[in-house]
């Protein structure tokens, strides 16, 4: 009996597995723009290749309990790309593929047990890996701009790797730190964190048991304090204070993260690398970000968004088109 694949979290593939990932949607970035600008390609577009068509005929459900603006744009722009539609409304019986935003992460859990087609986590309480997967991306793109041994990606080649950095996180334990937690660390990074001390900003039981599971843990400096999180770091991220269902602890979220907010004087007190970078999923509010560092050149928060099309258009590929997420048929 063939197995339905899934994605619910980062934690569910290993580096190398990830690591592909992340070239794949390189691999599909550049063979999609010239596509689809053909009049700026030195090819004609008769000549060009077109990006893989294995959702051709396929229809691709969109589960969305929660808003979204960039996910789902990305979503609904890769699954044409990749030949197929997505369409907001979800019958297993008559899709491909499931992209599922969920509140509580046992909301996804029990539509993938019972789903027939594969069910890829669009979001949810506890994960959201294809927002560290766009991370990633961007990360290897502009690896140069702050590692000058590192040569600049090629469009038609596969990305050289980055050397380890010191990625810091400052703000709240929620969704998209719990996947760089399982996924940084294994891949030769260091993860440097700050959460207020009250226990409600710690990571859920089940997460960290992941973290711990993969080995993560060793790699991780956890404290309340900001400036020591961002000691060394190449990359500094952060996400919203108050995530979506948790408007009604707006006050007292404001008044626990005070002194949170990532500012130049924060990086330039705390030792952060001089050419650090700034990564934030968006939406963002300037109470974890002031304007300063928000709309300057250490912000790579615009190509970041633009990459979650790239990666989610790559885990379509793999996982509903392909049927082959963690690499075991085209590996072998
Ligand atoms: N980063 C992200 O998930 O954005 P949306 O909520 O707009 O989809
Ligand atoms: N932690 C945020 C991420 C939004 C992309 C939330 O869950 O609302």
């Keep these: 009996m063939s197995v339905v694949p899934r994605l619910m979290t980062l934690a569910d593939l290993s580096g190398p597995q990830i690591n592909r990932l992340v070239n794949h949607a390189h691999h599909l970035k550049h063979l999609s723009l010239p596509w689809l600008a053909p009049q700026q390609a030195t090819k004609k577009k008769n000549n060009l290749r077109m990006p893989s068509q294995s959702l051709f005929n396929k229809s691709i459900a969109l589960l969305f309990s929660k808003r979204s603006t960039r996910t789902r744009m990305a979503a609904e722009t890769a699954a044409v790309l990749l030949g197929g539609r997505a369409l907001f409304l979800v019958i297993g019986g008559m899709c491909e593929g499931i992209f599922a935003r969920v509140g509580a992460h046992e909301e996804i859990e029990e539509l993938a047990r019972y789903s027939p087609v594969p069910v890829l986590n669009a979001l949810s309480s506890f994960w959201h890996p294809t927002q560290v ?17 590192t040569p600049a990606p090629s469009p038609t080649k596969p990305l050289p790797p980055l050397r380890p ?3 810091a996180y400052v ?12 996924t940084y660390p294994r891949l030769g990074h260091k993860v440097r964190v700050a959460t207020p001390p009250q226990p409600q900003y710690n990571p859920p039981e089940p997460v960290w048991d992941r973290v711990v599971e993969l080995g993560c843990d060793k790699h991780i400096v956890w404290s309340n304090d900001p400036r020591e999180a961002v000691k060394g770091a190449d990359v500094v991220v952060t996400d919203t204070w108050i995530s979506m269902g948790q408007e009604a602890e707006k006050a007292q979220r404001l008044t626990d993260f005070a002194g949170y907010q990532i500012t130049e004087s924060l990086c330039r007190e705390g030792g952060a690398n001089p050419d650090w970078k700034f990564l934030h ?13 928000f709309y300057s050149s250490r912000s790579l928060v615009f190509p970041e968004a633009d990459n979650r099309k790239w990666t989610i258009m790559a885990a379509f590929d793999l996982l509903f088109g392909k049927w082959d997420i963690t690499g075991e048929k085209t590996l072998k």
């Design 133 to 149: 997967l766009a991370d990633l991306l961007t990360l290897h793109e502009h690896a140069h701009l702050f590692s000058p041994d």
């Design 281 to 293: 999923c968006l939406p963002r509010k300037q109470d974890e970000v002031d304007d300063e560092v």
């Design 165 to 167: 950095l010191t990625i």
């Design 171 to 182: 703000g709240d334990s929620a969704n998209v730190l719990h996947d760089m937690l399982v």
